[in-house]
Nanobody, 126 residues
Framework: EVQLVESGGGLVQSVGSLRLSCATS????????IGWFRQAPGMEREGISC????????YYADSVKGRFTMSRDNAKNTVYLQMNSLKPEDTAVYYC???????????????????WGQGTQVTVSS
């Protein structure tokens, strides 16, 4: 059974930092790109980052570029999202997901992802 479990969310003040983790199991982790998404109340799910398989190439939405860094540890079957300079508008539930092998340039589209975690809440106070 494919499982993805996010952790590391919480309440943080503006300009603070958090590191999210996504622990995975039940599939060949090395063979899949992984994405991070977030969803604020009343908003659509937004793709914010993706990391590829072999070279670990990373992609970021403009809204987080320069502030968030995604990484993966293939030995631990885990991906991370380091979030710095957090803003109140970063408040959302954050999800990780496995990418369809054909995701290509559409890494930011939720439809390109097959398996999702349950999410972790991030709240940034002003």
């Amino acid at each position: 059974e494919v499982q993805l479990v996010e952790s590391g969310g919480g309440l943080v003040q503006s300009v603070g930092s958090l590191r999210l983790s996504c622990a995975t199991s039940g599939f060949s982790f090395d063979d899949y790109a992984i994405g991070w998404f977030r969803q604020a109340p009343g908003m659509e799910r937004e793709g914010i980052s993706c990391i590829s398989t072999d070279h670990g190439d990373t992609y970021y939405a403009d809204s987080v570029k320069g502030r968030f860094t995604m990484s993966r540890d293939n030995a631990k079957n885990t991906v991370y999202l380091q979030m710095n300079s957090l803003k109140p508008e970063d408040t959302a539930v954050y999800y990780c997901a496995t990418a369809n092998p054909a995701y290509g340039s559409s890494w930011y589209e939720a439809s390109q992802y097959d398996n999702w975690g349950q999410g972790t809440q991030v709240t940034v106070s002003s």
